[in-house]
């Protein structure tokens, strides 16, 4: 068996130390606003976040982030990141790209072997930055890397929606059964598409986050 799926077994574990299970990304409010009210909308909101949002976007800069770690262009990789950081639209979403990048960033400081001065050098880590560090330093190919960081995003959005709704745990595994067919071609897609054709136009994923800031009652932090 091959370390590097051990390791992309690691990253993607929700017993990373990384906090990523208190984000809800705004589905919280969805959910209080009545747009996800029981299993079919939950698919729907999750299934267009992902598909138009974190694949459209998130996951191609993580492509050429990890291109860019492979490359040791740290010059392109300040770019990067300050353009990832740039299109968080709300301050929810800024403060979660940032605390996810600095946890992820102080933890593989502590993992035995890894070098630590490699992100020592920005003052700034966006999550996805930290995380493609991980995937290049233990040569995990990019394609499974990053339909690991789409199951891995899609898998907390389902623990949220389980939460919130709420919903039970056979409908979170149908979900996760239904949405996950999705990633492999979407992770093919993502693997070859230039920067240049990224996108991060959900406008109701950005209000959505904006209205989470003020809600009264909510259990998760975004």
Not at 144 to 171: C, D, F, H, R, S
Request: hydrophobic share 50%; charged share 20%.
């Amino acid at each position: 068996m091959n370390t590097a799926l051990i390791r992309l077994l690691q990253l993607v574990s929700p017993t990373l130390p990384i906090g990523a299970y208190s984000y809800s990304q705004g589905l919280e409010w969805a959910v209080e606003s009545g747009a996800v009210n029981n299993e079919d909308d939950a698919r729907q909101w999750i299934g267009d976040c992902l598909t138009f949002g974190v694949a459209r976007f998130e996951a191609i800069y993580l492509t050429h982030m990890i291109a860019a770690w492979e490359a040791s262009d740290t010059e392109r990789l300040v770019k990067l990141d300050a353009e990832f950081i740039a299109s968080r639209e709300t301050l929810e979403l800024r403060s979660e790209t940032l605390q996810m990048g600095y946890s992820m960033a102080k933890l593989l400081h502590d993992l035995p072997g890894f070098p630590a001065e490699v992100l020592a050098e920005f003052t700034a880590r966006s999550f996805p930055l930290a995380w493609s560090c991980a995937a290049a330093h233990w040569k995990i190919p990019a394609d499974e890397a990053i339909a690991a960081y789409l199951w891995a995003w899609l898998e907390n959005q389902v623990m949220a929606a389980i939460k919130a709704v709420p919903l039970g745990q056979t409908a979170g595994q149908r979900l996760l059964l239904n949405l996950g067919e999705r990633l492999p071609e979407l992770a093919k897609k993502v693997a070859v598409e230039p920067l240049e054709s990224s996108a991060n136009f959900l406008p109701m994923f950005a209000i959505n986050s904006s209205l989470h800031e003020t809600q009264y009652s909510r259990i998760f932090r975004s």
